[in-house]
């Protein structure tokens, strides 16, 4: 992949795999292609938060082909009315002409208290849905209903959407009059396994294959297995759905890439990496070197990287002071923290991405918008540190001459989007 954003499945499977393997949003779909030396080095060198871990988990269940989504939305409707059903005896007392089998051994003992020969005990056969195999899919359902999801992700794409779904298709089965005459169990047995798998329908097969993956990696947390299942190739970008989102990946990408050679370069150092999603609980990579350590950040705020109190936002301070007004600080899509490792130096940087012509309306809109960062966020930089925001345009932009990058606070970048980064953060660390 060069310094210019195009898409090439090799060469983002090159790439892209590296660092953001475990890229899990609209951008992606299921795909057993693309596989890669390099992802067994990025997955040895992950090192996720809990809630990552369970968002990884939850996301892989649900989405991958033949997951929870197929199961939930598709397979169980489709065999609603023909769920196993066995047949049981309800033991009755009656007066009259009897129904179902007379037990006459009841029948004369609780004749004996009494002189009434027109009392019957019987056995009234019925068909319950009560069964083992189905108590497990209804264990698996209550718990794909009540898993939580942050709610950013259900308004991004494919994935979002998918797991919403299930979540929510879910929620509407177990309300049916089917499964409501099923009784909730509170552990699945391995009774209710046996019998799934030796019902002859597909449908319990799967619901028993599905059990064992949600409880291995959902509720036991199996790190390793999660490392096993994307070493598989589970995803690969779906280009014509996200453009935008890719963009801001192509750009990720290159600074990360730049990063790692800046800060680790020939003298060696440490690289770790988290996994990459909006609003994470943590930085996308992390890189010590000799010289300098970098944070890198994907849609984080400012105000949390940076630790800096919200009343200082002049954003949130103005819709304070108004009633009728609600919103968030908008998140860049790229943040960059570098600090020199004997303390004398901290660079802060702020990156948006724009997937579009730098002349149309919305690219005009976009550096007013990056115009915002700098006043909400002024606190948070020194006076004399320039630029302080990039905005990075994918063609249509050069400087005039050399100098224009770090002659004021906004540097706007774009066709050799790499080289052109690169230069201004080496400048910066020089």
Not at 160 to 185: D, P, Q
């Amino acid at each position: 992949m060069s310094g210019k954003f195009s898409y090439s499945p090799d060469d983002w499977a090159e790439r892209i795999k590296r660092y953001l393997w475990a890229r899990l949003d609209s951008i992606w779909i299921n795909s057993g292609k693309n596989k890669h030396e390099n992802v067994m080095a990025f997955l040895k060198s992950l090192t996720l938060a809990q809630d990552d871990i369970e968002w990884l988990a939850r996301l892989y269940h649900v989405t991958r082909d033949r997951g929870a989504w197929n199961f939930v939305t598709r397979d169980v409707p489709d065999y609603f009315s023909n769920l196993a059903r066995e047949q049981k005896f309800a033991i009755r007392i009656e007066k009259g002409v009897p129904r179902g089998k007379i037990l006459w051994g009841q029948t004369v003992r609780r004749r004996l208290g009494s002189s009434d020969t027109s009392i019957f005990v019987t056995a009234v056969p019925s068909r319950t849905l009560n069964t083992p195999e189905n108590q497990l899919i209804k264990k698996y359902l209550e718990k794909l209903a009540d898993v939580r999801i942050p709610g950013d992700e259900t308004k991004r794409g494919e994935i979002g959407k998918r797991l919403t779904e299930a979540i929510n298709v879910s929620k509407a089965i177990l309300s049916s009059h089917y499964f409501r005459t099923i009784s909730s169990v509170r552990e699945v047995t391995a009774r209710m396994l046996a019998r799934a798998n030796k019902n002859r329908h597909p449908l319990y097969g799967e619901a028993s294959r599905l059990w064992k993956e949600f409880e291995t990696i959902v509720l036991d947390q199996d790190l390793s297995s999660l490392r096993k299942i994307l070493s598989e190739g589970w995803i690969s970008p779906k280009v014509e759905e996200d453009v935008d989102s890719l963009f801001e990946l192509f750009v990720l990408v290159n600074v990360l890439e730049i990063m790692e050679k800046l800060v680790i370069g020939e003298n060696g150092g440490t690289s770790e990496f988290g996994l990459v999603r909006r609003g994470g609980s943590g930085a996308v990579a992390k890189f010590v070197g000799r010289f300098w350590m970098a944070e890198v950040f994907f849609d984080k705020s400012p105000v949390a990287v940076f630790g800096i109190p919200s009343e200082n936002s002049l954003y949130n301070r103005i819709l304070h002071r108004y009633r009728g007004l609600s919103g968030a600080s908008r998140r860049p899509d790229v943040l960059v923290r570098l600090r020199e490792i004997n303390g004398k130096k901290e660079i802060r940087i702020l990156i948006e991405a724009k997937n579009t012509n730098p002349t149309s309306t919305y690219g005009s809109d976009s550096i007013y918008k990056v115009l915002g960062y700098l006043l909400d966020y002024k606190d948070i930089w020194p006076k004399d540190q320039r630029p302080k925001v990039i905005l990075v345009f994918p063609y249509g932009t050069e400087p005039l001459h050399k100098e224009a990058f770090f002659t004021e606070d906004l540097a706007i970048v774009s066709g050799e989007i790499g080289s052109l980064l690169e230069g201004i953060f080496a400048k910066m660390m020089s």
